[in-house]
């Protein structure tokens, strides 16, 4: 057969897509999320995850309201809105998570905060308190402008078997997000095999 050379065009296109990974999020979250895609790169893993609060879809995510101040996950009213879980075997040893936002939210607050928590309780609520994850812990705050890129970094496997959640980064009223969007990274590491 002899050799076929991979153009840069094919290239580009072939990395643009990476593989596509479940994310197994909950119901008041999975409707927002665009992609979720993963290339690697020797023992790196980078997780691509689009996200569009302001969806056409028939659901409507909700900021929650700000009862629980900035720890209210935000997703379709009363119903669980983690991201994903953070196991070791689909993303690796995470030591950074990164996000940019690419469109401002609109209808809902204009800040945005990504956390973790133990379990999968956090949900949104647009009457009394939304409910936030047991150990809920930020792991960035404040995005609120369009190009904004924070990212946090760790050293001691301490996301592992975390949940991943998208909350409002402010103490506010409950709306609907009618714009915004986010693009959140999360860069792995996997063991190499034995020799």
Do not use: C, W
Not at 46 to 72: F, H, P, R, Y
Not at 113 to 141: C, M, Q, R, V, Y
Not at 144 to 162: C, P, Q, V
């Amino acid at each position: 057969m002899g050799n076929r050379r991979l153009g840069r065009k094919r290239l580009f296109a072939v990395n643009k897509l990476g593989a596509s990974v479940d994310l197994e999020a909950g119901p008041g979250i999975k409707d927002a999320i665009v992609s979720a895609t993963q290339l690697r790169e020797g023992h790196q893993i980078v997780t691509e995850i689009a996200v569009d609060l302001g969806t056409s879809k028939a659901t409507i995510i909700s900021s929650g309201t700000g009862a629980n101040g900035d720890t209210s996950p935000v997703g379709v009213d009363n119903q669980l809105a983690y991201v994903t879980q953070l196991t070791e075997a689909k993303y690796g040893i995470i030591t950074e998570v990164r996000a940019v936002m690419t469109e401002v939210p609109a209808g809902g607050p204009a800040d945005i905060d990504l956390e973790f928590g133990n379990d999968t309780a956090g949900k949104s609520a647009s009457a009394g308190a939304g409910t936030a994850p047991t150990g809920a812990t930020p792991i960035l705050t404040d995005l609120t402008a369009e190009g904004e890129d924070i990212s946090t970094a760790y050293d001691n496997n301490a996301l592992s078997g975390k949940y991943l959640y998208i909350a409002q980064g402010a103490d506010d009223t409950s709306a609907a997000f009618t714009a915004g969007k986010l693009i959140i990274y999360l860069y792995g590491f996997v063991s190499p095999d034995d020799i």
